[in-house]
């Protein structure tokens, strides 16, 4: 390697060492869609574009929707993740400091994050046996309500979970096949072409259309191919997590109806004890003799005195 292969460049806010080579070999690589975007000169993405035939526009039309459907789509679903996530750990850090898991009170109509729906279901279950608990056979009874309030919200919640999954999915299928039908009909125009004695001016909107159609075709599958494989791994996460917070959800509830059971309990056999020795009392006094009457004083005997 010769001596001056290497040179340092003066930069306002550092040094760093450059190749002495041609500019192009340096220069921050852009992608291939923004060099198609910002092509210049006379054979840009618009020329190629204005090339095309109406039934290819059509396609590359859709296709261009398509790939803005798919980045909303995409970032949303990124911002619902995000923020559902945020709110699970916060509410289930802040249940922990919770005495009791069925005193809780959620009002009707608020905005509810998926763990705060799950409590909400199982609180709204117990509510309907409250001041019913005092045998086991009580626990069972209730406890089997919240568990299907439970699943109920699991169920929902994955529902919404998978929002926007199914939109990503069929852009991921559908559209290379929207680009292929594109390069099909491209094809089929150039052929139809070649059969007279055409020239380039007559070739060009057959392939145009089909190198186009085929280009955005990929442009939309290819990153709804990651989106989606992304935010498919998220959901199962979240899924997993909500599956693991509704059963611990479900062994705290059991476990504070069994105490109020146990307190309920408690409370009715002390109160039975209180009864009968009260009834005790009263047969106890109902059956001893009554008291002698004082004898009557002698009339006068007060002036006497």
Not at 42 to 71: E, R, T
Not at 175 to 180: D, E, K, N, R, S
Not at 255 to 262: D, K, M, Q, T, Y
């Amino acid at each position: 390697m010769q001596a001056n292969a290497f040179r340092f460049k003066r930069d306002p806010n550092l040094f760093r060492l450059k190749p002495n080579f041609p500019r192009i070999a340096y220069e921050p690589m852009l992608s291939p869609v923004f060099m198609l975007v910002l092509a210049e000169g006379s054979k840009g993405a618009l020329w190629y574009f204005q090339q095309m035939d109406a039934a290819g526009m059509a396609v590359a039309v859709v296709l261009l929707i398509c790939s803005f459907i798919g980045w909303g789509a995409m970032i949303q679903k990124w911002s619902d993740v995000q923020e559902s996530r945020r709110r699970n750990h916060a509410f289930e850090r802040r249940l922990r400091d919770e005495p009791s898991v069925v005193a809780l009170n959620f009002p009707r109509g608020s905005n509810l994050g998926p763990y705060e729906f799950l409590v909400a279901e199982a609180v709204s279950a117990v509510q309907r046996h409250k001041g019913r608990l005092v045998r086991q056979a009580d626990v069972t009874l209730c406890m089997g309500h919240v568990e299907n309030a439970i699943q109920r919200g699991v169920a929902r919640t994955m529902v919404k979970y998978e929002d926007k999954m199914v939109l990503l999915s069929s852009l991921v299928s559908g559209g290379p096949f929207l680009g292929l039908l594109g390069t099909v009909w491209g094809v089929m125009v150039t052929f139809g072409a070649l059969t007279e004695k055409a020239s380039i001016a007559q070739l060009a909107p057959g392939v145009s259309g089909a190198l186009v159609t085929t280009t955005l075709g990929l442009l939309v599958a290819i990153p709804a191919t990651f989106g989606y494989n992304y935010l498919l791994t998220q959901v199962k996460i979240m899924t997993t997590e909500l599956e693991n917070f509704a059963s611990s959800l479900a062994d705290r509830v059991e476990l504070e109806l069994e105490g109020e059971a146990r307190r309920n309990f408690e409370a009715a056999q002390e109160r039975e004890h209180l009864r009968r020795a009260a009834a005790s009392t009263a047969a106890s006094a109902a059956s001893a003799p009554a008291p002698e009457a004082p004898p009557a004083a002698l009339p006068g005997w007060e002036d006497a005195q």
